[in-house]
């Protein structure tokens, strides 16, 4: 039990465990311990029972130490950046703090086994390590719980292979990408002076690494690639790796307008574009560049959602296919909170995209921000640490060793399926844009930089010098180029329009964009009574060898009734709307916080099977040649999951998405995404996407912050037909307005703010024959009315109308009409007017909801009510949507309920409002106590 004794505080027992099951099956251990086992039993043979056995089998034990070590810590004592002096960090990597001593050095060790060299002398085995470790990459990955992971890293990067090797083509062919790229800003910087491009210039080795990528992945099978990056270096991987024609890029600087039908445009450093390249052995192979704001590493969920949909739709799920990109500035994937919750999504079944290679372009600053200002953490890709994914830190100016880093991270991603980080530390050579002076906050850095010769240069000495190619040619190549620029320039300057080319216009090529004419009145979307009631039976009869939980049997003989009584509710409604899409063809994707369950336990779309964690879900049961069902509930994150739904409706135009708020408010955590994508991407990108967010709304006293889903903010958002915002109260225009998402020839994002209480109220019913018959009502009119003798209508959205109703209902009031206006945006203007010509003796027009005067619809639509003088009914103007206290809640609405049906004072005793009543033929302001009836 002593023989490992020299390992000090180690485990003995589970040590000699571990040596018997070695004995017994050398390759049931782990692969470092048997290479440490085939030590020790080296070292019983040669120094049998000795003290010097004992002796050398303590330093043998040291050495692995100090492997261990670099594997650890030699991250930490790399040449990897071009332009600072490292900080230092204690305790090194000298033999000393090891145990071990300088004559130590010539002796031979079996450890050198360990590293895949051999029996080798101490000398040996630190030099192998330090050029694995320590020179111009830097590898952190021992953090990772997979041994074979670990395993395979260390035989990559320490077998024989760990020294970059290229060959004089491989070279010249790096050569020419750097040419590109530093040329490429050159030429700009001359020819554009002063103008904004965000400049690659200082990290110009990304684009030989993003060929390396695409030539590399294309070996491996991979067919696509979806790149989401900020502004910095754009423009020159459009040009350089996209192959957009220089010619356009140009216009872009010197436009005058645009030759489509694009309202307002973007800066060239936000726009997308796709196009399909040759590699260099002739593969064909598409990129896509997404379309991004400033607000940086937005465009990160959204790449992963596109990669998603295309993987599933295009792809048939081969994850070996497709690739996200991702490039990060280094402040930014270090604060951004988007990241971790995108990261957090990457080995979800319903998110995760097969590995994502993530490249930071490190120029150790931010805005004027230090790096050593900008986190806490030692680097700026520790987040990847979250994840257990490998971190590659690389000298920017060392083409080759990063060209080589990329290789490895190209066949781990195919190999193991989950992200890889590559942080790139290299500098930006002026400002944070062109004409930012950096020398104001960082005078000694761009000192430094000033004197910098560009990575180009820097390798074409190492070429002129190795004999690879003269200066002559390097010379003559980089003044081709040139000369290719300034042709493309004159094209350029012959057209001062600016093309902008439909994003994923392949998948788009059947959808245009819309026009007003064509919300005036809403697509036939019923569907055949019979089908609805089998696809209902789908739903309510599950195989009989599932147990269910008794309440959800319950549930579910209560929706069969409902279809034998053809009465239905709000959720029966809803799936019922999802399974005749998927039944006709149509693909849906629902995602959101509890949204298999529902977050008010109203949906069941999926069910737990008793005793067990596994479910059924009937949608994916409703027909052999139906199209894909799929509900997820999403991690806790809203930014992050609404970006990747943004994303992946934009690859399935065909297909109903949605994302579910878990309160309605809570979308506030993704207003970039709505701001940035969902209201605007039309008009900056001419991007068409099909997006529906369903938003809990209702105030119900359960205080300020699950009332409202703030109708106002997506209102004040919309214009230009640009999206539309749908309150809708019944089940069966719940129904139609899913179905009309899809069965249109163009696609924009749809806004229903969703029910709470609704969903089990009894009123909040309808039947089947409104779901078979008919299509979405933008604005349903009274039919409990006497025409003549209405004098006052009440305009409404929303919940408030049942509050309404009920009070009506009580006074039998036919002399108010309750229209409920069920689309906000696009304006139902005809059927508004419609509405107004039809009551003529209306005394009193009122707008009446339940949300604050400064929030809700009013402020939207009170000039929309054209030839009317209309007034609001509303709680108070307040900063908070709601009160805290339940009995206030009740007062506030009973409030506004009862305003609507004050009885009037004069002698007409008309059960309208006093504030404008009729005496005799004149009309008078008449102010008064109100008396209630």
């Known amino acids: 039990m002593d023989k490992f004794s020299y390992i000090g505080n180690s485990d003995i027992n589970s040590i000699d465990k571990l040596y018997e099951q070695y004995k017994s099956n050398p390759t049931s251990v782990d692969i470092q311990w048997q290479k440490f086992f085939e030590g020790f039993e080296f070292a019983q043979k040669t120094f049998p029972a000795s003290t010097k056995g004992s002796e050398w089998m303590d330093k043998e034990f040291k050495v692995i130490n100090l492997i261990e070590g670099y594997r650890k810590r030699g991250h930490l004592f790399t040449k990897t950046n071009p332009v600072r002096t490292r900080r230092a960090y204690t305790p090194t990597l000298a033999i000393e703090n090891y145990g071990l001593e300088p004559s130590d050095l010539e002796k031979t060790f079996q450890a050198g086994k360990n590293i895949g060299i051999g029996p080798a002398q101490l000398k040996d085995i630190v030099s192998h390590l330090e050029t694995t470790y320590c020179q111009s990459i830097g590898a952190e990955y021992m953090f990772i719980r997979n041994p074979e992971i670990i395993s395979w890293l260390q035989t990559k990067m320490e077998g024989s292979k760990n020294i970059p090797v290229f060959t004089t083509e491989q070279r010249k062919h790096i050569y020419n990408h750097l040419k590109q790229a530093v040329g490429f800003e050159n030429f700009i910087h001359r020819k554009f002076v002063g103008q904004k491009r965000f400049s690659l210039e200082g990290a110009e080795t990304l684009i030989p690494a993003m060929d390396a990528i695409i030539e590399k992945g294309s070996k491996l099978g991979i067919e696509e690639f979806i790149i989401g990056m900020a502004h910095r270096g754009r423009l020159n991987i459009l040009a350089n790796i996209i192959k957009k024609p220089e010619e356009k890029l140009f216009s872009e600087f010197m436009g005058e307008e645009y030759d489509e039908n694009i309202a307002l445009g973007d800066v060239k450093y936000h726009m997308g574009y796709e196009n399909t390249i040759k590699t260099d052995e002739g593969k064909a192979v598409n990129l896509k560049l997404v379309p991004n704001p400033s607000h940086l590493e937005t465009v990160g969920p959204i790449a992963q959602g596109i990669a998603k949909a295309l993987i599933w739709e295009k792809y048939e799920h081969d994850y070996n296919k497709l690739i996200p990109i991702i490039i990060h500035g280094d402040a930014a994937i270090a604060s951004q909170g988007v990241v971790y919750e995108t990261l957090q999504m990457s080995q979800l079944n319903g998110y995760r995209t097969g590995g994502t290679v993530h490249l930071v372009i490190n120029n150790q600053v931010g805005f004027t921000t230090n790096y050593l200002e900008a986190r806490s953490s030692t680097y700026c890709t520790d987040i990847a640490k979250v994840t257990k994914s490998p971190i590659f830190h690389v000298n920017g ?261 949605i994302w579910e708020a878990q309160f309605g408010d809570f979308h506030n955590v993704a207003q970039v995404i709505i701001d940035q994508y969902l209201s605007s991407a039309e008009d900056k990108w001419g991007l068409m996407n099909g997006l529906t967010l369903l938003l809990p709304h209702g105030f119900e006293g359960q205080g300020p912050e699950h009332s409202s889903a703030r109708i106002e903010r997506f209102l004040t958002l919309s214009a230009n037909n640009n999206m539309q915002v749908v309150n809708a109260t019944t089940p069966a225009n719940f129904f139609h307005v899913l179905r009309r998402q899809v069965h249109r020839d163009f696609a924009i994002p749809l806004i229903i703010f969703t029910p709470k209480s609704l969903l089990r109220h009894p009123k909040c019913i309808s039947p089947l024959d409104d779901l078979a018959n008919g299509s979405f009502r933008e604005v349903i009119d009274d039919e409990n009315v006497e025409i003549k003798e209405v004098r006052s209508v009440v305009f409404c959205s929303g919940k408030i109308y049942y509050d309404l109703l009920e009070k009506k209902e009580e006074f039998n009031a036919k002399d108010i009409a309750l229209v409920r206006v069920e689309q906000l945006h696009p304006w139902p203007e005809k059927q508004i007017q419609q509405i107004i010509k039809k009551y003529p003796n209306t005394l009193r027009w009122l707008w009446v909801q339940e949300e604050p005067e400064n929030m809700g619809a009013w402020n939207f639509v009170r000039d929309k009510f054209k030839g009317i003088d209309i007034k609001p009914l509303a709680r108070l103007a307040s900063g908070s949507p709601a009160v805290g206290l339940h009995k206030l809640h009740v007062l506030g609405q009973q409030e506004i309920i009862n305003k609507v049906f004050r009885k009037c004072t004069c002698e007409l005793k008309k059960v309208y409002c006093g504030l404008q009543c009729e005496v005799g033929s004149k009309r008078e302001e008449i102010n008064r106590e109100h008396t209630y009836l």
Not at 481 to 502: G, H, R
Not at 526 to 543: Q, R, S
Not at 636 to 649: C, I, K, Q, R
């Open 397 to 657: 100016d060392d083409v080759e060793a990063l060209i080589y880093n990329i290789e490895l991270a190209m066949e781990y991603r195919q190999t193991f399926h989950t992200d890889i980080f590559i942080d790139i530390l290299c500098y930006r050579k002026y400002g944070h844009n062109e004409g930012d002076e950096p020398r104001f906050t960082q005078p000694l850095l761009y000192d430094i930089i000033s004197k910098h010769p560009n990575p180009r240069d820097i390798y074409a000495k190492y070429l002129i010098e190795n004999n690879i190619s003269t200066k002559e040619e390097l010379k003559e190549l980089d003044q081709e180029y040139n000369k290719k620029l300034e042709l493309k320039l004159e094209i350029a300057q012959k057209n001062k329009k600016v093309s902008i080319k439909q994003f994923l216009g392949e998948e788009w090529k059947n959808f245009r964009h819309p026009k007003n004419e064509d919300f005036e009145e809403s697509p036939k979307t019923g569907v055949d009574k019979k089908l609805l009631k089998a696809i209902a039976h789908k739903l309510n009869h599950l195989p009989k060898d599932i147990k269910i939980f008794n309440k959800v049997e319950k549930l579910l003989d209560d929706r069969n009734n409902m279809i034998k009584e053809e009465k239905l509710d709000w959720a029966m409604a809803e799936l019922l709307a999802y399974g005749t899409l998927v039944a006709e063809g149509h693909p849906v994707r629902l995602s959101g916080q509890d949204s298999e369950r529902g977050t008010f336990s109203h949906r069941h779309a999926t069910v737990t099977i008793e005793d067990s964690i596994n479910k059924y879900i009937p949608l994916k049961n409703i027909s052999e040649d139906q199209a894909p069902f799929h509900v997820f509930n999403s991690p806790l994150s809203e930014y992050g999951v609404m970006g990747f739904e943004y994303g992946f409706a934009l690859a399935v135009p065909n297909g109903l998405t």
